[in-house]
């Protein structure tokens, strides 16, 4: 948040608050929605140079709408940050927590998950990446969601788990990308898994 000399993308709800994708949180211990949100761009609400940026974290949180069932729809704005900066100074926003937080009861008891996918569809987790012996490197992936998959809770083990994933396919030099997608656990498991479910790349390394 700390350009000022170019226009940059940011999300906002259809009030025109500024929001991230941490904006909608659920805790299950008291059955609860937490909506939050901003008059103003501040740390932890994000603002991205690349439209494509932007619109992944749209999509997770589109996704997290759409479980929780909220009446919100959410966009994506190009703003000037120049613009942006001077309402902060005048609004002294350092000093102040100008964050909104709107509780919504919830529980329709159903279990979801966030789930990391390759460009594939095929799914991840942090551990796909696997030494065999000391000089090849294996990268399993799986067509449909088994047991020998994971599902993280909440979206910030999700996040951690997609990182190290990343560094490890650095590490052994293939090229993937991932995604994560929050998903109904009844609707994801399926009861006849093909016998070619996983997918298996064997990788030399140095």
Not at 105 to 120: L, S
Not at 165 to 173: P, T, V
Not at 201 to 206: D, G, Q
Request: proline share 1%; aromatic share 12%.
């Amino acid at each position: 948040m700390t350009k000022t000399n170019e226009n940059v993308f940011v999300l906002k709800d259809q009030d025109d608050n500024y929001i991230g994708v941490n904006s909608i949180g659920y805790y299950p211990e008291t059955k609860k929605v937490i909506y939050s949100y901003s008059k103003t761009l501040v740390n932890g609400f994000y603002s991205y140079s690349d439209f494509s940026d932007a619109q992944i974290q749209l999509d997770k949180l589109n996704s997290a709408n759409t479980r929780f069932k909220l009446p919100k729809t959410f966009h994506i704005k190009e703003v000037d940050m120049k613009e942006i900066a001077l309402v902060e100074s005048k609004i002294g926003i350092i000093k102040t927590c100008p964050f909104v937080h709107e509780e919504i009861d919830f529980d329709d008891n159903q279990k979801w998950i966030w789930v990391i996918k390759n460009q594939d569809g095929n799914f991840a987790h942090a551990n796909s990446v696997k030494m065999w012996d000391k000089k090849t490197a294996l990268y399993i992936t799986y067509k449909d969601f088994s047991q020998e998959c994971r599902g993280y809770v909440n979206q910030d083990s999700a996040k951690k788990a997609m990182s190290k994933l990343y560094s490890k396919i650095k590490k052994i030099g293939l090229s993937e990308s991932f995604t994560m997608e929050y998903v109904n656990m009844d609707e994801l498991i399926k009861d006849d898994i093909s016998t070619d479910n996983m997918i298996i790349v064997e990788k030399l390394v140095a």
